[in-house]
């Protein structure tokens, strides 16, 4: 993305697209990883097992996870729904040669913090890529003992706090809270105390009562028509 | 007026795929135009007023993460403050927010919030919103703004001091989470991203953290 101007206070911009590229026609094996990712971001029980489907294929293959890493360096940067895909790739396979990969991602330099007035950024989705290199790292150190030491050195390198966090509670879940708890300083200790919650028992304050304006009413969804329709939203996915 | 080019990630990944042809639905376009109050000089330009059902363009893809906001609750359509903020989630953007507007951007934010009496209030969505997150983040994103839309700023810098101050992160992550849990018409991967998102923010957006992930 480029930006040739800073949008101002005042008017509106212009945008154009540019030609994208497409990283899954290289070869058979990437389009089955193309594939792979198609059905990841299904919405019906025949994806969720289309997708199981092609896990269980590329597993066969000693090339997949050398591919996967191939083609998550030749993807755009700002894609980062596509990398999160390719890592969560490579926590399906659960293969321990992809652990360096992912350790080296969760620990990758981060873009400089925005000091100015911002909330999210695309740093954020720079530290998406990085949380989730250490979910996939689980899943891979859970099959293979021999890559959980690679949880402590994670601790060890000091990476930013979302992903320091998630790097201790791995370690915890991998049965390593001791050793863990050697190498935090005594400020981090209470990383070893977080715990996980149901959703149940968090709830944003809406500090306002039904009786309020309920503005204009959404239409029914389309799925909630019970008459004979032309065409029915189930099937529109390609 | 600035100029920008973009180019657009996979369409799959960003679920753009699944609630694109979902937002292709002239009665749902004409309810959230009016809701969120677009104006066609916001969205035109290359930001797609011109073609509304391609999910390439800026704002198909804003439609989207409303679309997602505004049925993903299981409870459809009741919208009770009484419930989770998966329910009555777009019933409070849809009312705090004054207009939605499309704008480039200098890479810095994803979007951002004007509000105050006796001045133009609008939520401004920047390329990074269309091409740089999912379709669940950007509904995401959309609460948060909707929280400062409200009047509610965040206040400690950019993070939120506590969990209890009820701001702008805490609702996000909220909404983040019951979507990951009880989303409906959604994806395992785009649950799992939102899950992991609202964990993020936990870790890194209060200045005194709240004891828990989710």
């Known amino acids: ?238 | 007026m600035a100029s920008c080019t973009y180019s657009v990630p996979d369409l799959n990944a960003s679920g753009d795929n699944l609630y694109g042809p979902r937002v292709c639905w002239q009665q749902f376009i004409d309810w959230a135009w009016e809701a969120f109050d677009f104006d066609r000089d916001d969205w035109d330009e290359g930001f797609g007023y011109e073609a509304v059902c391609d999910n390439t363009q800026p704002l198909c893809r804003a439609l989207a993460g409303i679309f997602c906001l505004t049925y993903s609750s299981p409870n459809f359509p009741r919208e009770s403050y009484d419930s989770n903020i998966l329910e009555w989630g777009c019933r409070f953007a849809r009312n705090a927010i004054d207009e939605l507007d499309a704008r480039c951007g200098d890479g810095t934010a994803i979007a951002s919030t004007r509000t105050g009496p006796l001045i133009d209030n609008y939520t401004r969505l920047f390329l990074s919103f269309f091409y740089g997150q999912g379709v669940s983040l950007r509904a995401g994103t959309l609460v948060h703004e909707a929280r400062h839309a409200d009047g509610k700023g965040h206040d400690s810098g950019n993070n939120d001091s506590s969990w209890a101050y009820n701001g702008a992160w805490r609702w996000q992550v909220c909404w983040l989470a019951w979507y990951a849990a009880e989303g409906v018409n959604s994806s395992i991967a785009m649950r799992e991203q939102a899950r992991q998102r609202a964990n993020n923010i936990i870790n890194s957006r209060f200045d005194t953290h709240p004891g828990f992930n989710v």
């Open chain 1, 1 to 238: 993305m480029v930006c040739e101007k800073p949008s101002g206070q005042n008017g509106s911009d212009n945008a154009a697209a540019q030609p994208g590229d497409r990283p899954f026609d290289s070869t058979a094996l990437a389009w089955l990883v193309g594939e792979g990712i198609r059905h990841l971001h299904s919405s019906d029980k025949e994806g969720e097992l289309a997708f199981q489907r092609v896990v269980e294929l590329l597993s066969h293959s000693r090339s997949s996870v050398k591919t996967v890493i191939e083609l998550s360096h030749r993807v755009a940067r700002e894609d980062v729904s596509l990398r999160w895909s390719l890592i969560h790739l490579l926590g399906e396979f659960g293969d321990e040669s992809s652990a360096e990969f992912l350790r080296q991602t969760a620990i990758e330099q981060l873009p400089a913090e925005e000091k100015r007035q911002v909330c999210e950024s695309p740093r954020d989705g720079e530290v998406l890529i990085r949380t989730a290199a250490v979910q996939s790292l689980v899943r891979v150190a859970s099959r293979h003992p021999a890559v959980q030491e690679m949880f402590l050195h994670l601790v060890a390198d000091r990476p930013v706090r979302a992903v320091l966090i998630e790097a201790v509670k791995a370690a915890i879940e991998l049965g390593l809270r001791d050793k863990v708890a050697q190498l935090l300083p005594e400020q981090d200790k209470w990383m070893l105390e977080i715990k996980r919650v149901r959703v149940q028992e968090i709830a944003a304050d809406p500090e306002r009562k039904d009786s309020g304006e309920r503005g204009f009413t959404p239409p029914k969804s389309k799925c909630s028509t019970t008459t004979p329709v032309i065409s029915c939203c189930s099937r529109t996915e390609k």
